[in-house]
């Protein structure tokens, strides 16, 4: 016999079928389809004017679909975007918060706009506030107004929580404590839709990912699986002068793809002993500088080029 608690784990955190978003002429979202599932970290990868926040603010039921279909938590979002938003969580990437209130105050205020909320200490704690708690928002750095809005978007305990970019403004140890708080989440079951520009950050935190680009997912699966399907190559990164010749590299056997940006070329090559001889020899015989030579492993950075041809801030 199913309980309630297995019925909950069947139904999907979020589901988005056929999803089409316009705007005038310009079709933003075309027809995209993915789950999330409670428990999960599902990222959402695209450059700028991908389609990535406009898909998320419809989800969220900030902005009204064109076509398909948007559950959250079962609940028809265009239909019940008022009880959806007591059970959800946003960080947006962008937050206007009341500079003449302290983080606890606005912690508070915030809380009192739904039915459940956690204590603020609770939240201050979590997100590496304390010293700051009776400091004025308007006197928090940039980084500390953006562990606030994380927390604000905690305030209400939520099932699912959307993180829009949420490490921007952090520094390295700061980012990595916010990972712990993304990962607390998920030991809690709680289902997160996340959007990154930290190509470290989405391989460290996402169970799976969705690269989307001019509205369209071009790939979606688990990290390390988009890496093993996109690349049997291994990649050969080092610095060169301008007398490199980029066209001699791509005759070389084995060598599948070159990458050049800002003085540092890549080698995507299945023979990576043969392809580093021929460069090492040329290098000796002086027929180009090169520095700084590395051997690595694709990461989802090279699937990210591959699929959109740039970066991902581009």
Same mark, same amino acid.
Request: net charge negative.
């Given at each position: 016999?199913?309980?309630?608690?297995?019925?909950?784990?069947?139904?999907?955190?979020?589901?988005? +079928?056929?999803?089409?978003?316009?705007?005038?002429?310009?079709?933003?979202?075309?027809?995209? *389809?993915?789950?999330?599932?409670?428990?999960?970290?599902?990222?959402?990868?695209?450059?700028?004017?991908?389609?990535?926040?406009?898909?998320?603010?419809?989800?969220?039921?900030?902005?009204?679909?064109?076509?398909? %279909?948007?559950?959250?938590?079962?609940?028809?979002?265009?239909?019940?975007?008022?009880?959806?938003?007591?059970?959800?969580?946003?960080?947006?990437?962008?937050?206007?918060?009341?500079? +003449?209130?302290?983080?606890?105050?606005?912690?508070?205020?915030?809380?009192?706009?739904?039915?459940?909320?956690?204590? #603020?200490?609770?939240?201050? *704690?979590?997100?590496?506030?304390?010293?700051?708690?009776? *400091?004025?928002?308007?006197?928090?750095?940039?980084?500390?107004?953006?562990?606030?809005?994380?927390?604000?978007?905690?305030?209400?305990?939520?099932?699912?929580?959307?993180?829009?970019?949420? %490490?921007?403004? !952090?520094?390295?140890? #700061?980012?990595?404590?916010?990972?712990?708080?993304?990962?607390?989440?998920?030991?809690?079951?709680?289902?997160?839709?996340?959007?990154?520009?930290?190509?470290?950050?989405?391989?460290?935190?996402?169970?799976?990912?969705?690269?989307?680009?001019?509205?369209?997912? !071009?790939?979606?699966?688990?990290?390390?699986?988009?890496?093993?399907?996109?690349?049997?190559?291994?990649?050969?990164?080092?610095?060169?002068?301008?007398?490199?010749?980029?066209? +001699?590299?791509?005759?070389?056997?084995?060598?599948?793809?070159?990458?050049?940006?800002?003085?540092?070329?890549?080698?995507? %090559?299945?023979?990576?002993?043969?392809?580093?001889?021929?460069? !090492? *020899?040329?290098?000796?015989?002086?027929?180009?500088?090169?520095?700084?030579?590395?051997?690595?492993?694709? %990461?989802?950075?090279?699937?990210? !080029?591959?699929?959109?041809?740039?970066?991902?801030?581009?």
């Amino acid at each position: 016999m199913s309980t309630d608690c297995d019925i909950m784990r069947a139904m999907h955190a979020i589901e988005v +079928s056929g999803l089409v978003k316009r705007y005038g002429a310009l079709v933003a979202v075309d027809g995209i *389809s993915f789950t999330v599932e409670r428990g999960e970290v599902f990222g959402l990868l695209g450059p700028n004017g991908a389609g990535k926040t406009t898909t998320v603010e419809v989800i969220e039921g900030l902005r009204k679909l064109d076509d398909g %279909t948007v559950r959250v938590l079962d609940t028809d979002v265009v239909r019940n975007s008022k009880e959806i938003k007591q059970r959800i969580g946003i960080q947006l990437q962008t937050s206007s918060l009341f500079e +003449s209130l302290t983080a606890r105050e606005v912690l508070d205020l915030f809380g009192s706009f739904y039915r459940k909320k956690l204590p #603020a200490d609770e939240l201050i *704690s979590l997100l590496n506030l304390q010293e700051k708690r009776n *400091s004025l928002v308007k006197n928090l750095s940039g980084g500390q107004q953006q562990r606030l809005s994380v927390a604000l978007a905690l305030v209400n305990d939520p099932e699912v929580v959307f993180l829009d970019e949420p %490490t921007t403004g !952090l520094d390295p140890q #700061a980012r990595r404590a916010l990972w712990e708080v993304i990962e607390h989440l998920k030991r809690r079951d709680r289902a997160i839709l996340l959007t990154t520009h930290q190509m470290e950050e989405a391989e460290r935190l996402c169970d799976r990912v969705a690269i989307i680009d001019h509205g369209h997912i !071009l790939a979606m699966g688990k990290p390390r699986d988009l890496v093993k399907s996109n690349f049997e190559e291994v990649a050969i990164e080092f610095e060169a002068d301008g007398r490199i010749d980029l066209g +001699s590299l791509k005759g070389l056997e084995g060598v599948s793809n070159i990458r050049e940006e800002e003085g540092v070329v890549t080698v995507y %090559t299945k023979e990576a002993q043969g392809t580093l001889a021929v460069l !090492l *020899s040329s290098a000796a015989k002086g027929e180009w500088q090169m520095d700084n030579m590395r051997v690595r492993v694709a %990461t989802l950075e090279d699937v990210f !080029l591959k699929l959109t041809g740039r970066r991902i801030r581009e």
